[in-house]
């Protein structure tokens, strides 16, 4: 599957193969993509019916997020000591 999408690097409009795009979710979602013409990796922003529509064309898609960290785990494992805890006291 092909898309047309408009190159900000040659300010063109470019045929990119789905394949060869990535979609990130994040805090905000976007779609990134190497020109075939120029080379610049555009990255713009993706609403949910763009990000919906180009999953559904089989693009790759990535979650970008800060990674665990043990201090993460500790939260939540005195948080869900807490509600266990909250739970049997009732």
């Known amino acids: 599957m092909w898309l047309r999408i408009r190159c900000?690097?040659?300010v063109a409009d470019v045929a990119v193969?789905?394949?060869e795009l990535v979609l990130h979710?994040?805090?905000d979602a976007s779609y990134e993509f190497a020109c075939?013409?120029?080379g610049t990796?555009?990255?713009?922003p993706a609403d949910h019916r763009v990000a919906t529509t180009l999953l559904a064309l089989g693009v790759t898609s990535t979650v970008d997020?800060?990674?665990?960290?043990?201090?993460?785990?500790?939260?939540?494992?005195?948080?869900?000591?807490?509600?266990?805890?909250?739970?049997?006291?009732?």
């Open 17 to 19: 193969e789905a394949r």
């Open 25 to 27: 979710h994040g805090a």
């Open 8 to 10: 900000d690097g040659c």
């Open 36 to 38: 075939p013409g120029c």
């Open 41 to 44: 990796i555009d990255r713009r």
């Open 65 to 90: 997020h800060p990674p665990i960290t043990e201090r993460d785990i500790a939260a939540f494992m005195q948080r869900f000591d807490d509600e266990a805890a909250a739970l049997l006291d009732r």
